[in-house]
């Protein structure tokens, strides 16, 4: 079993920027895909940037080229540089991980995007 301890989220304003980062422990090996799916109220939880074992990443449309995911392997923690923050990415973001078919969840850090 995985677990994943995220840190980073809070209130930022329009334009600014955040790191978030997330840290794998217990049963690490073999980790496939690290990344970061959020979810805004009453919307469904979409992905928004993962990276896989090796190094290909796959961001959603609509932080391309804003956000960036990033891995340590060595660190076994996987960090998303958010830039040019919108009000629309106000949500509760989650790590993830995808180890051997199997799914993890972080306990989810909220980013509040707001002046």
């Known amino acids: 079993q995985v677990q994943l301890v995220e840190s980073g989220g809070g209130l930022v304003q329009p334009g600014g920027s955040l790191r978030l980062s997330c840290a794998a422990s217990?049963?690490?090996?073999?980790?496939?895909?690290m990344g970061w799916y959020r979810q805004a109220p009453g919307k469904q939880r979409e992905l928004v940037a993962v990276?896989?074992?090796?190094?290909?990443?796959n961001y959603a449309d609509s932080v391309e080229g804003r956000f960036t995911i990033s891995r340590d392997k060595a660190k076994n923690t996987v960090y998303l540089q958010m830039n040019s923050l919108k009000p629309e990415d106000t949500a509760i973001y989650y790590c993830?991980?995808?180890?051997?078919?199997?799914?993890?969840w972080g306990q989810g850090t909220q980013v509040t995007v707001s002046s």
């Open positions: 993830y991980v995808l180890k051997q078919g199997l799914s993890s």
């Open positions: 217990g049963s690490i090996f073999s980790i496939n895909v």
């Open positions: 990276v896989t074992s090796l190094g290909s990443t």
